[in-house]
């Protein structure tokens, strides 16, 4: 365990947008992302202590990747579109990518980094548009992988 002095120095990572790098490529970027992380599912095992006395101990199970969501304005880039047309044909395991989240600040430096495995695209929305509205149309990538870590 760090020393509470190692915790607390610095400020928190203050985010201004998101990049992807798929295969060394940057192919884009995003003001919003979710899902960056992992999960053990929870085993719940019964023992009888002392006295007979019954405990439920919590181990953990399966490790579990959290699916990475990223939305973004809508642009006139396909390449997301393209992606995700590889697993639609069925072309899965060319569509499996090693790549990064980066985490950008407001000068356009990277200050976070999360690498995954064997990524590749299960879902991608276009927009929900009103011909009266003035807010800006979102199109949204969901991408499944099987490992990430964060390097930095």
């Known amino acids: 365990m ?9 400020d928190p990572l203050v985010s201004f947008n ?3 790098e798929v295969e ?3 192919t884009g970027f995003f003001t919003e992302c979710s899902g ?3 999960e053990s599912e929870v085993i719940e095992h019964k ?3 002392e006295g007979g006395k019954e405990v439920v101990r919590k181990i953990p199970g399966r490790l579990k990747w959290g699916d990475i969501t990223l939305k973004r304005g809508v642009t006139t880039n396909l390449d997301f579109w393209e992606w995700r047309k590889m697993v639609e044909d069925g072309n899965v395991s060319t569509a499996r990518k090693n790549g990064s989240i980066i985490m950008y600040d407001q ?3 990277p200050v ?4 995954f495995e064997r990524g590749w695209p299960s879902k ?3 927009p929900s548009v009103k011909s009266d509205g003035n807010e800006i149309v979102v199109e949204e990538l969901t991408i499944v992988h099987e490992y990430i870590k964060r390097e930095s």
Do not use: C, H, M, Y
């Open 2 to 10: 760090p020393a509470a002095k190692d915790v607390v120095q610095g």
């Open 18 to 20: 998101f990049g992807i």
């Open 24 to 26: 060394g490529i940057i």
């Open 36 to 38: 960056l992380g992992s």
């Open 47 to 49: 023992v009888v202590g």
């Open 107 to 109: 000068e356009g430096t």
């Open 112 to 115: 976070a980094r999360w690498n």
């Open 124 to 126: 991608i929305s276009g």
